[in-house]
């Protein structure tokens, strides 16, 4: 049963990792009704997001060998270091500083403490509250070749405010992106470049936890089901950032904003009730 669990979660993760309705609350929540009814943990969250992660490398590698290339020229004198390119590579990892740090810090909180469905049932309405107001009031002005080290910097604490479940990525950086004026597509772009480095870290510190450790994954499910979920991850999340990408270039995140309001009521209904405990 766990070997489909873990692909059924890995399905999950594809689907919601990059849409602002975060996918380590989807994990959290649909592993309560699952039949073993196991929180995946912060862990399997960690690892499956490689699997989402790589599709963006994927999906962007010219963009970001192009990005590479030219930070890489700028650091030895070879590329203008205010050319688009060179400049983006530094605002890539300037902007993944916030979400490291606070990882660090909070790490202990971030699997345990906030790992809470009340938690994550304020966060998707308030969160998704805060969306609306900034997909209303953005004046669409800028794109990504606009974005300066004040902004790239306010971008990556907002994907800090991803370390707590229900806040999304994706979310959260496309609400402060809407916020200082960009498109939704050049906000979306960005958040899935900003995210490289910080997942990819993350993912590989919980990996190194389980094969230096001899641990095993953490968490009801073991390192191949784990892995299983991973490759499922991959390939639908692939699949849903060319679709996300077409849909903001003409859509609002309209659906997105009721999606996660009508979760967090229900998540509300159902701890209040008690048919499901935090």
């Known amino acids: 049963m766990n070997w489909f669990e ?12 990059f849409l602002p309705i975060s ?10 009704f699952l039949p073993s009814g ?25 963009d970001i ?6 930070w890489w020229g700028s650091l030895r004198g070879r590329v203008a270091r205010n050319d688009p390119d060179a400049r983006m590579g530094w605002l890539v990892i300037l902007g993944s500083l916030p979400i490291a740090l606070l990882g660090v810090v909070f790490q202990s909180h971030i699997e345990s403490t906030l790992r809470n ?14 969306l609306a107001v900034a997909d209303k009031v953005a004046s669409q002005e800028r794109d990504i070749k606009k974005l300066t080290l004040k902004h790239g ?13 229900g806040v999304s990525r994706s979310g959260g950086t496309i609400t402060a992106g809407l916020l200082m004026g960009y498109t939704r597509e050049a906000a979306a772009r960005y958040s899935f470049l900003l995210a490289i480095p910080a ?11 389980i094969f230096a450790k001899h641990e095993g994954a953490q968490g009801p499910f073991g390192i191949g089901e784990t892995a299983l979920a991973t490759v ?19 859509k609002s995140f309209r659906p997105f904003v009721w999606y996660r309001i009508c979760l967090g009521l229900l998540l509300f209904i159902l701890l209040g009730t008690g048919v499901i405990t935090s």
């Open 153 to 165: 910097i306010i971008f990556g604490l907002a994907q800090a405010l991803a370390l707590i479940p």
């Open 117 to 130: 469905l009340w938690i994550v049932a304020t966060t998707l309405i308030v969160f998704g509250l805060i």
């Open 232 to 250: 499922i991850a991959f390939v639908v999340g692939y699949l849903i950032i060319g679709w996300f990408l077409k849909f903001i270039s003409t």
């Open 65 to 70: 060998v192009r990005i590479i290339s030219a």
């Open 6 to 17: 873990a692909a059924f979660l890995g399905l999950v993760q594809g689907l919601t990792e």
């Open 199 to 209: 997942v990819f870290g993350s993912g590989f510190y919980e990996l190194y936890k």
């Open 38 to 62: 196991a929180d995946p943990g912060a862990a399997f969250t960690a690892v499956s997001q490689l699997g989402t992660e790589t599709a963006v490398l994927v999906f962007f590698w010219r």
């Open 23 to 32: 996918s380590s609350a989807h994990l959290f929540v649909v592993g309560k």
